[in-house]
């Protein structure tokens, strides 16, 4: 029974991924993509909500791989949000609310109301697996959407070179899923 809800939890984790990230994945075919501050508000939010994530995988997780990919999480996300704020402020812009940005944290909520009604092993597969559908939507959506829309160079650089690190936390998290079986 815990495999087969860690597996519903795991298939429901892909699926919301794909429904927060489909007005962003929809915006790749008209010409009314995110503007500069909408993708800064994008980026804010989803560093915040995946901190968050991290924040409930330190209350409940005992396991150790677990642990240490959610200080990653919280470390790198945290540095990212700096660097995101300082940018926008060299730039005089500031993060702007779209339709994308409510998806997201509503989703968020959704999510984070399933991970802490879960424990043990079900809940370490279970937040491992939303790293997992998480990281490989924020980069498809920063490669297909996010970069393509920003106008600013300096924003475009900055999310090119974010990219690598969110590769880097979808690796981590699939070598920690594969080490809880």
Known sequence: MKLRMSQAVAVTTVVVCAMVFSPIMQAQGTDAGPTDPQIVGIVVTANNIDIEYAKIALSKSKN???????????RDHSTLQKSVFALGKKLNVT????????????????????????????????????????????????????IPNA???ELKGALQNAVPLFQGHLEHAQNVASSLG
């Open 64 to 74: 150790k791989e677990v642990l240490e990919f959610a200080h990653q999480m919280i």
């Open 95 to 146: 993060p702007a609310d779209s339709t994308t940005e409510a998806s997201l944290k509503s989703q968020a909520e959704k999510t984070n109301a399933k991970l802490k009604a879960l424990k043990g092993k079900e809940f370490d597969k279970a937040y491992i697996d939303n790293e997992i559908a998480f990281h490989k939507q924020v980069i498809d959506a920063t490669n297909s959407v996010l």
């Open 151 to 153: 106008k600013n160079a």
